[in-house]
T-cell receptor, first 115, second 111 residues
Framework: GAGVSQSPSNKVTEKGKDVELRCDPI?????LYWYRQSLGQGLEFLIY????????KSGLPSDRFSAERTGGSVSTLTIQRTQQEDSAVYLC?????????????FGEGSRLTVL | QKEVEQNSGPLSVPEGAIASLNCTYS??????FFWYRQYSGKSPELIMS????GDKEDGRFTAQLNKASQYVSLLIRDSQPSDSATYLC???????????FGKGTRLSVIA
């Protein structure tokens, strides 16, 4: 597609429920990232996929968080047993890696509110 | 020490002035540096990237990198009210690592 597409744009859920957030990167981009941004805060790295390599999961805050990327394209971020502190905007980004110069292009984000 | 540090601001400048945004980083092996602009309620968008010491100019924007002193800055000439946003500094240590972001500096350009 023309840009990074994320869905849903807004999600309100009850504490304890599971949620899935979807990201469709720019066609041909080999790298895909998930970040989280809480109100008034910077971007917190969650997970990074690069081609067929094992994902870098070092930023996932707990084992309630997981992500997969199917066929090297679409990615799903799953949060199990959501907590109120999970409320944030979840941003997906993709890049076409060329050495260390790959520039990130962000989607519009999925705003998650946990009641 | 945090990996990427920015003054949170707000930085207020009058319209037409030069806005200077600064960022320091702790890891000497950092190789790639980026400035993103984020309007309130929107996602970040790339403004500039810089990879070698010195200045890089693009229109009203100039990025400056000094690896010896571990800082990178962004100058905005002839600031406009539409430049009012949060500016995020980001860096990458190597080709296969994720971007690390600072918390951003909020810029307000006063008409």
């Amino acid at each position: 597609g023309a840009g990074v597409s994320q869905s849903p744009s807004n999600k309100v859920t009850e504490k304890g429920k599971d949620v899935e957030l979807r990201c469709d990167p720019i066609s041909g981009h080999t790298a895909l990232y998930w970040y989280r941004q809480s109100l008034g805060q910077g971007l917190e790295f969650l997970i990074y996929f690069q081609g067929n390599s094992a994902p870098d999961k070092s930023g996932l805050p707990s084992d309630r968080f997981s992500a997969e990327r199917t066929g090297g394209s679409v990615s799903t971020l799953t949060i199990q047993r959501t907590q109120q502190e999970d409320s944030a905007v979840y941003l997906c980004a993709s890049s076409l890696m060329r050495g260390n110069t790959g520039e990130l292009f962000f989607g519009e984000g999925s705003r998650l509110t946990v009641l | 020490q945090k990996e990427v540090e920015q003054n949170s601001g707000p930085l207020s400048v009058p319209e037409g002035a030069i806005a200077s945004l600064n960022c320091t980083y702790s890891d000497r092996v950092s190789q790639s540096f980026f400035w993103y602009r984020q309007y309130s309620g929107k996602s970040p968008e790339l403004i500039m990237s810089i990879y070698s010491n010195g200045d890089k100019e693009d229109g009203r924007f100039t990025a400056q990198l000094n690896k010896a002193s571990q800082y990178v800055s962004l100058l905005i000439r002839d600031s406009q009210p539409s430049d009012s946003a949060t500016y995020l500094c980001a860096l990458r240590n190597s080709g296969n690592t994720p971007l690390v972001f600072g918390k951003g500096t909020r810029l307000s350009v006063i008409a």
